[in-house]
């Protein structure tokens, strides 16, 4: 084990502290009720990152650490945003279409839960995720110094693998069960659940990319949503 997985191990128990203590999680959940989405943009901005950097430690065997983590970081903040509003739009959302007789078995919450993950992750997932996928090109772009363009970044997506693999495999078999359980849980600790899962699936995604398990454009994109 590296110091640096030491230290990433730290940090992550750190945060992981900050939620299971009472007084800690107390002032978190607070701040998190006062200020929606900037609570949302720190808290997939730490998170995720720090799954996207252990996940590329994995595959490549070294922390690749340099100014460009810091803008990954902040398309993941902005994702964040993005999940704090939609979370309730689709559990809610869901709710309604039951009480409505649009879905079946209105007042049950775990049908709710999976009712709104299935229809996040089967609508509003594909679209985040290749907002994700091109915020990514464009980074990478930006730091080889290439011409960018919105259309040659749309070119340079493997569509086959991206919609195949990441809309359908990653976002039915992992993300549905996932955020089902997620809108089981209490509204105010769903979205730093959600961001502690990235991390989860970060790491998998890249002892497959690794072993060669699954195709070779396995990306930051496919850990949320």
């Known amino acids: 084990m590296k110091k640096g997985d030491v230290i990433w191990a730290l940090l992550f128990l750190v945060a992981l502290a900050l939620f299971l203590v009472p007084s800690s999680r107390e002032v978190i959940l607070s701040f998190s009720n006062a200020h929606h989405y900037i609570s949302g943009f720190i808290k997939f901005a730490i998170l995720a990152t720090m799954g996207d950097v252990m996940g590329k430690r994995i595959v490549s065997g070294d922390y690749q650490l340099s100014s460009r983590v810091l803008v990954t970081s902040v398309v993941w903040g902005i994702i964040g945003c993005m999940v704090t509003l939609v979370f309730p739009v689709f559990m809610g959302g869901a709710g309604q279409a039951q009480e409505g007789s649009l879905l079946p078995f209105y007042g049950v919450p775990v049908a709710q839960a999976i009712f709104g993950s299935s229809i ?106």
């Open 120 to 225: 996040m992750n089967l609508t509003f997932a594909p679209a985040m995720n290749t907002f994700h996928r091109l915020a990514d090109l464009w980074i990478e772009s930006k730091y080889n110094n290439e011409k960018v363009s919105f259309k040659g970044l749309v070119n340079k997506i493997d569509w086959g693998t991206f919609v195949t693999f990441n809309w359908l495999k990653v976002g039915i078999l992992f993300w549905i069960p996932v955020h089902s359980i997620v809108f089981l849980l209490p509204e105010d600790i769903r979205v730093a659940v959600a961001a502690f899962s990235s991390i989860a699936l970060g790491i998998i995604l890249s002892f497959a990319a690794k072993k060669g398990s699954e195709p070779a454009q396995i990306t930051e994109e496919e850990e949320l949503v």
